[in-house]
């Protein structure tokens, strides 16, 4: 018997566990998720965007427009931030790859250059020719990170859960 042929690929691997992970984000208006890997193709962290721990959601606004206070923008940690946060590996990030479903801030791009990740491959590029997007990839380039747009492969996969 021969080895199956359809299985999926490691950047559609990762690439879904961000998506799924997105899928915990309460933000009624985008739903971000990363996950880091490593060099062995090893899961070390995972991130949605959301309120920090301690910070109920129903506390809070989700609201995009507004006083800068009455939005959610002062609150929210983004995925990219609270997969770096969440690592609990014991050591740094020198080296890994971050799959997000969404192309990092500037803000976020700083804590991925700090933390040593060296390659970032994003699903969206919305913001794209924003300040903070040009920031974020400015700074990637000066910093030797390299950013690339995943490949949609075109499969759909269905879960069941």
């Known amino acids: 018997m021969k080895k199956r042929e359809d299985y999926i690929s490691w950047d559609e691997y990762f690439m879904g566990i961000s998506v799924l992970s997105g899928m915990r984000s309460k933000d009624p208006n985008t ?24 910070c109920a959601d129903e506390d809070f606004p989700w609201e995009r427009e507004g006083e800068e206070l009455e939005t959610k923008y002062p609150y929210v940690t983004h995925g990219e931030m609270n997969a ?19 192309f990092p801030c500037n803000e976020c791009a700083k804590a991925i250059i700090q933390a040593g990740i060296k390659k970032v491959v ?6 794209n020719g924003t300040p903070s997007n040009t ?3 400015k ?23």
Request: glycine content about 14%; hydrophobic content about 35%.
């Open 31 to 54: 739903q971000v998720g990363a996950c880091i890997v490593g060099k062995d193709h090893r899961i070390l962290s995972m991130g949605y965007n959301g309120f920090p721990n301690g």
């Open 84 to 102: 770096i946060l969440n690592y609990r590996g014991g050591g740094n990030l020198e080296g890994t790859t971050l799959y997000v479903s969404l």
């Open 122 to 127: 994003y699903d969206s590029d919305k913001y």
């Open 135 to 137: 920031a974020a990839k």
């Open 139 to 161: 700074m990637f380039d000066a910093a030797g990170v390299e950013y690339q747009k995943y490949q949609r492969a075109g499969r759909e996969i269905r879960i069941e859960v």
